[in-house]
């Protein structure tokens, strides 16, 4: 005991320096984000390295059962290959809104014809009735809303381009949620629409997406554009609003068509008010 | 005594008021950074028992860590410029300057113990503060350089200070 003490006293200037070393290193530990956050990191990555290594080791062990499952899997995917390369064959998604009770039903179909430059442009599908496709059903694409089948012969069906004078859309602002219908309008450019009957004190920002409302054929919440000029005004009490189309009609290769299940009993009774009025 | 007390006491307040207004918005392209607070340090008494320098170095560190945001970064560098100077000292000093109030400053000392004894404890206490600082030995040269450059900063600045102080035969 005495021994030690001597040797403490004798050292006293390490040991001194040891310990307040150890505080202050203690504190640039604590203290400082980067050097905790490195401090945490250089333990990591000893651990991760050795993890990496006997990994390493052990996926040589499983070599046999990865290759069975991958041959496997090869097999399940030429099957379904298969089934997309028939040419016949239709290809339908369907989206359960629990909420609302509603099912929408896709079919994935091609284009098979597409104009853009003419005042009323229409577009051709390569599915028809037979594939389930009836008059007056939406169309969307993956960028956004394409248009409304106008005809519909069996293998074939023709869409009223969103890029018609007569196309209307309801569509609604991502803020403020209020509703209006979205349209080519007077313009040539297959980037741009108009939506109208926007209420005057509805505030408007600049790059504010445009979405579907859901009250017409098209699920709500699908995205049709961006707002690039607000407030062009109708001469009355409504906003024309210039939107940037999401759509890509140029170069249109695969589109959706929305087979709304409640569409005609929606109809029907909404029907039943201009009979009463 | 009391005068050794009031002049230590006053060095410290200058010079970490210097170092912190002054000398933090010096340097050269983040390359060379002066520290010459840690004149302080050196110039405390050759006799000063080693627990009074630990703590002393220790305040020193954290008031400038306080100022530079980098809590205990100057404190270990302190530390260990305190350890380094007691090492020094010993190595160098007969045993009767131990007990001494003598300012190691030159004029007091020969300008040659001098000049080793600010340019080894600099590299001393820079070396621990920017490893700490840098907290890696990713792209040593760098830091190594940034040592060196600073080194060489902080000693022409204290060789400044000193010839500010100098006072001929003050023995």
């Not at chain 1, 390369?85 to 339908?92: A, E, I, K, L």
């Not at chain 1, 004078?165 to 569509?171: G, K, L, N, V, W």
Request: hydrophobic share 45%; net charge neutral.
């Amino acid at each position: 005991m005495k021994n030690l003490w001597l040797i403490l006293t004798k050292y006293n200037a390490f040991f001194l320096f040891i310990i307040f070393f150890g505080l202050a290193f203690y504190l640039v530990i604590k203290n400082n984000s980067f050097q905790r956050a490195s401090a945490v990191n250089s333990s990591n990555q000893l651990v991760g390295t050795a993890y990496a290594r006997i990994n390493a080791w052990k996926s040589y062990l499983h070599l046999a059962d990865e290759n069975a499952l991958l041959a496997e899997e090869n097999a399940t995917l030429r099957e379904r290959l298969q089934q997309f390369t028939m040419p016949d064959s239709v290809v339908r998604g369907t989206v359960r809104d629990s909420a609302r009770g509603i099912q929408y039903h896709y079919i994935v179909a091609k284009v098979t014809n597409n104009s853009i430059h003419q005042k009323n442009n229409y577009i051709t599908l390569d599915k028809g009735r037979k594939h389930g496709i009836e008059k007056g059903m939406g169309v969307i694409s993956s960028s956004g809303i394409v248009g409304i089948v106008l005809n519909v012969s069996e293998h074939f069906s023709t869409v009223q381009s969103l890029l018609h004078s007569e196309t209307r859309i309801s569509a609604e602002l991502e803020d403020s949620h209020a509703f209006g219908s979205l349209m080519w309008g007077d313009n040539y450019d297959a980037r741009m629409g108009i939506l109208r009957d926007i209420p005057n004190h509805v505030k408007v920002r600049e790059g504010e997406h445009v979405y579907t409302s859901g009250f017409s054929l098209f699920p709500p919440g699908i995205l049709a554009g961006r707002v690039i000029e607000t407030g062009v005004s109708g001469g009355d009490s409504f906003l024309d609003i210039r939107v940037e189309l999401s759509t890509q009609f140029h170069n249109l290769q695969q589109v959706y068509v929305v087979h709304d299940l409640l569409a005609k009993e929606k109809e029907a009774l909404e029907a039943q008010n201009d009979d009463n009025g | 005594m009391a005068k050794v007390f009031s002049y230590n006491i006053a060095r410290f307040f200058a010079l970490v008021v210097l170092q912190v207004f002054l000398f933090k918005n010096i340097g050269y392209y983040n390359l060379a950074t002066p520290f010459p607070y840690i004149l302080f340090l050196l110039l405390l008494p050759v006799g000063i028992p080693n627990f009074i320098l630990y703590c002393l170095a220790f305040i020193t560190g954290i008031t400038v860590d306080a100022f530079y945001d980098t809590l205990g970064v100057n404190a270990a560098a302190c530390i260990a410029l305190a350890w380094g100077r007691i090492t020094f000292l010993r190595v160098t000093l007969q045993t009767d300057h131990y007990e001494s109030y003598m300012t190691p400053l030159w004029g007091t000392v020969p300008f040659r113990w001098y000049f080793l004894y600010v340019v080894v404890l600099t590299t001393f206490h820079h070396l621990v503060l920017f490893l700490l600082e840098a907290f890696t030995f990713h792209q040593f040269h760098y830091t190594l350089i940034r040592i060196l450059l600073s080194c060489i900063f902080t000693v022409i600045i204290i060789l400044l200070f000193s010839l500010l102080f100098y006072r001929k035969k003050q023995r």
